[in-house]
């Protein structure tokens, strides 16, 4: 089973950047979605971005115009950029990679952004 390891989370001050990564441990299938969700404390796990089936790409309305995926597939890696950074993009960043008849996770990374 291929695994997802996020990296690049940290404590920023707001209007900082970060940068994360997702690295899959093989190959990731051309027809796989590729997504970055989020978790704050007490809430849902919530879309940010995707690239899907097609390679297109998609944002939530709270970080487009801020956030930037992109992916290496050479390199089995996926990047989330994110600029402008607020307070309430505290969260744990996870990675995705889904089909239609599986789903995998990364184990997460903490971006904290400060006031």
């Known amino acids: 089973q291929v695994q997802l390891v996020e990296s690049g989370g940290g404590l920023v001050h707001a209007g900082g950047s970060l940068r994360l990564s997702c690295v899959a441990s093989a190959s990731i299938p051309y027809f796989y979605a590729m997504d970055w969700y989020r978790q704050a404390p007490g809430k849902q796990r919530e879309f940010v971005a995707m690239?899907?089936?097609?390679?297109?790409?998609n944002y939530a309305d709270s970080v487009k115009g801020r956030f930037t995926i992109s992916r290496d597939l050479t390199k089995n890696t996926m990047y989330l950029q994110m600029n402008s950074l607020k307070p309430e993009d505290t969260a744990v960043y996870y990675c995705n990679i889904a089909s239609s008849s599986r789903s995998i996770w990364g184990q997460g990374t903490q971006v904290t952004v400060s006031s």
């Open positions: 690239f899907d089936t097609g390679g297109n790409t």
